[in-house]
C-alpha cells in the first residue's frame, strides 16, 4: 500500500529523453555521478569509458523442437544452454534413448526419464555456455553455427548420456534483481523484455541524485586470462538475460512469448517451459506452476534443486541414479526457480492465452 516516489530517477530519465544518450546521461550529469560512485570506491571507469560505450542490436539464434523453433539472444547471452538442452533432447527421444513425452505425467515433476534427460541436457547446456559463451567480437568465441550445430549436439548427447545413472558432471565455477514483461497483440506480434542489474541491487552503490542502484555485470567474467571470456577493455561478460519467443517452424508465426526470469534459471526455464507447452500439451498457466528444477550455479557440476511438488518417487529415482540434488525446496528458497511469465497464441483463431507466475508478484492481463 505505499506511495512510492523516485523524483531523481524521473530526473535522469527526463534529461535522457530530452537530451538523448550521449548528453543526457553518459557524456551528463548521470554519467559523472556513476563514474564519481565508482572512483570513490577505487573503481577505473572514467567519462571517456562511458562515452564510447555502444548498444549491438544481434541476429536472433533458435534450435527446433517438434515443430517450433525456441529463439534466442545470441552470446554474449547464456541462451545457447537452453538451446542445446533441447537439441540433446530431441536426439535423446529420436533414438529410443528416452521415452517420448506425450502428456503432462511424462514431464519432468512425475517422470523419471524425462528428469533425469533433461537434467542431464542442461548439463551439457552449461558445460558449453561456460566453455564458450562471450563477447562474440573477441578472439576465441565460437560461431553461433558450430555452437548450435545440431550433430554436433546430438553427438555428444548420445555418446554421454546414460539412461540409468547421472554421468554428466564436472568442475562447479562460482545469482538476481530481474524482470520482465510479455507483451502480444492482436496481429501476433510480440515483445519478450528482461531487464535485470544482477544480484538483487546490482552493486548496491547509488550515483548521487540518480535514485538507481548501478549494475554489477562484471561479475559475469572468468578471471582466467585463457579463457574467451577474460575480463577486458571494452569487452561486453557472458550475461544471463534471456528473454524468449517461440514460433511455428513451417511458418514462423507466433507460438508463444516466454521468459523465466532467476539468473541461471532462464535458460532452465526456458527449455521446460517449452517441453510442457510443446510436448506436454499443457495451457501456459499449467507450465508455469509445474514444479521445477534448477542447476542453481549455472555450471554442469552443480546441484540441481528439485521444488515441492516432485513426485516422491521420482525424488527416489534420480538419488538412486546419483544425481547431486535437494529436494523439497519450498517457501522462500523457491526463488531459485525463477518467475516466468507466457503468452501463447492460438494458431487458429488467433485468441491469446496467458500464464504469470505465483512464485512472485505480477499478473495475466488483457487491455
Same mark, same amino acid.
Given at each position: 500500500?505505499?506511495?512510492?516516489?523516485?523524483?531523481?530517477?524521473?530526473?535522469?530519465?527526463?534529461?535522457?529523453?530530452?537530451?538523448?544518450?550521449?548528453?543526457?546521461?553518459?557524456?551528463?550529469?548521470?554519467?559523472?555521478?556513476?563514474?564519481?560512485?565508482?572512483?570513490?570506491?577505487?573503481?577505473?571507469?572514467?567519462?571517456?569509458?562511458?562515452?564510447?560505450?555502444?548498444?549491438?542490436?544481434?541476429?536472433?539464434?533458435?534450435?527446433?523442437?517438434?515443430?517450433?523453433?525456441?529463439?534466442?539472444?545470441?552470446?554474449?547471452?547464456?541462451?545457447?544452454?537452453?538451446?542445446?538442452?533441447?537439441?540433446?533432447?530431441?536426439?535423446? *527421444?529420436?533414438? &529410443?534413448?528416452?521415452?517420448?513425452?506425450? %502428456?503432462?505425467?511424462?514431464?519432468?515433476?512425475? /517422470?523419471? +526419464?524425462? @528428469?533425469?534427460?533433461?537434467?542431464?541436457?542442461?548439463?551439457?547446456?552449461?558445460?558449453?555456455?561456460?566453455?564458450?559463451?562471450?563477447?562474440?567480437?573477441?578472439?576465441?568465441?565460437?560461431?553461433?553455427?558450430?555452437?548450435?550445430?545440431?550433430?554436433?549436439?546430438?553427438?555428444?548427447?548420445?555418446?554421454?548420456?546414460?539412461?540409468?545413472?547421472?554421468?554428466?558432471?564436472?568442475?562447479?565455477?562460482?545469482?538476481?534483481?530481474?524482470?520482465?514483461?510479455?507483451?502480444?497483440?492482436?496481429?501476433?506480434?510480440?515483445?519478450?523484455?528482461?531487464?535485470?542489474?544482477?544480484?538483487?541491487?546490482?552493486?548496491?552503490?547509488?550515483? *548521487?541524485?540518480? &535514485?538507481?542502484?548501478?549494475?554489477?555485470? %562484471?561479475?559475469?567474467?572468468?578471471?582466467?586470462? /585463457?579463457? +574467451?571470456? @577474460?575480463?577486458?577493455?571494452?569487452?561486453?561478460?557472458?550475461?544471463?538475460?534471456?528473454?524468449?519467443?517461440?514460433?511455428?517452424?513451417?511458418?514462423?508465426?507466433?507460438?508463444?512469448?516466454?521468459?523465466?526470469?532467476?539468473?541461471?534459471?532462464?535458460?532452465?526455464?526456458?527449455?521446460?517451459?517449452?517441453?510442457?507447452?510443446?510436448?506436454?500439451?499443457?495451457?501456459?498457466?499449467?507450465?508455469?506452476?509445474?514444479?521445477?528444477?534448477?542447476?542453481?550455479?549455472?555450471?554442469?557440476?552443480?546441484?540441481?534443486?528439485?521444488?515441492?511438488?516432485?513426485?516422491?518417487?521420482?525424488?527416489?529415482?534420480?538419488?538412486?541414479?546419483?544425481?547431486?540434488?535437494?529436494?523439497?525446496?519450498?517457501?522462500?528458497?523457491?526463488?531459485?526457480?525463477?518467475?516466468?511469465?507466457?503468452?501463447?497464441?492460438?494458431?487458429?483463431?488467433?485468441?491469446?492465452?496467458?500464464?504469470?507466475?505465483?512464485?512472485?508478484?505480477?499478473?495475466?492481463?488483457?487491455?
Amino acid at each position: 500500500g505505499e506511495l512510492f516516489r523516485n523524483p531523481e530517477l524521473a530526473a535522469v530519465l527526463r534529461s535522457l529523453g530530452k537530451h538523448g544518450a550521449k548528453d543526457g546521461f553518459y557524456g551528463g550529469a548521470p554519467g559523472r555521478a556513476i563514474v564519481e560512485a565508482i572512483q570513490k570506491h577505487k573503481g577505473k571507469m572514467t567519462m571517456d569509458d562511458l562515452l564510447q560505450h555502444t548498444s549491438t542490436f544481434p541476429e536472433a539464434i533458435c534450435a527446433k523442437y517438434r515443430d517450433t523453433n525456441l529463439w534466442q539472444v545470441p552470446p554474449n547471452g547464456q541462451g545457447i544452454a537452453g538451446l542445446v538442452a533441447l537439441t540433446g533432447l530431441e536426439a535423446l *527421444e529420436a533414438n &529410443g534413448i528416452v521415452p517420448t513425452i506425450a %502428456g503432462e505425467a511424462d514431464l519432468a515433476p512425475n /517422470s523419471v +526419464p524425462t @528428469a533425469h534427460a533433461m537434467i542431464e541436457m542442461m548439463r551439457l547446456g552449461f558445460a558449453d555456455a561456460r566453455a564458450f559463451v562471450c563477447d562474440p567480437q573477441f578472439k576465441g568465441s565460437k560461431s553461433n553455427e558450430w555452437l548450435l550445430d545440431k550433430e554436433r549436439i546430438s553427438k555428444r548427447a548420445l555418446r554421454t548420456f546414460n539412461p540409468q545413472k547421472a554421468t554428466i558432471c564436472g568442475e562447479a565455477v562460482p545469482t538476481s534483481g530481474t524482470v520482465s514483461f510479455q507483451v502480444v497483440d492482436g496481429h501476433g506480434n510480440a515483445v519478450s523484455f528482461v531487464n535485470s542489474n544482477f544480484c538483487g541491487f546490482g552493486t548496491g552503490l547509488v550515483p *548521487e541524485g540518480c &535514485g538507481f542502484t548501478m549494475q554489477n555485470r %562484471g561479475f559475469g567474467f572468468d578471471l582466467d586470462p /585463457s579463457h +574467451p571470456n @577474460a575480463l577486458e577493455p571494452k569487452k561486453r561478460p557472458f550475461h544471463t538475460i534471456i528473454p524468449g519467443i517461440l514460433t511455428h517452424s513451417d511458418t514462423g508465426e507466433l507460438y508463444a512469448s516466454i521468459s523465466n526470469m532467476g539468473g541461471y534459471m532462464q535458460p532452465q526455464g526456458h527449455a521446460l517451459l517449452t517441453v510442457a507447452l510443446v510436448a506436454g500439451n499443457v495451457d501456459p498457466q499449467r507450465a508455469v506452476d509445474l514444479p521445477r528444477f534448477c542447476i542453481a550455479d549455472g555450471t554442469r557440476g552443480g546441484v540441481v534443486m528439485l521444488e515441492e511438488g516432485f513426485d516422491d518417487d521420482v525424488v527416489k529415482k534420480l538419488s538412486a541414479m546419483e544425481h547431486n540434488y535437494q529436494s523439497g525446496v519450498g517457501n522462500y528458497a523457491r526463488s531459485v526457480f525463477g518467475r516466468a511469465q507466457i503468452i501463447k497464441r492460438d494458431r487458429s483463431t488467433g485468441v491469446l492465452w496467458a500464464g504469470s507466475d505465483g512464485r512472485a508478484d505480477g499478473c495475466a492481463l488483457g487491455w
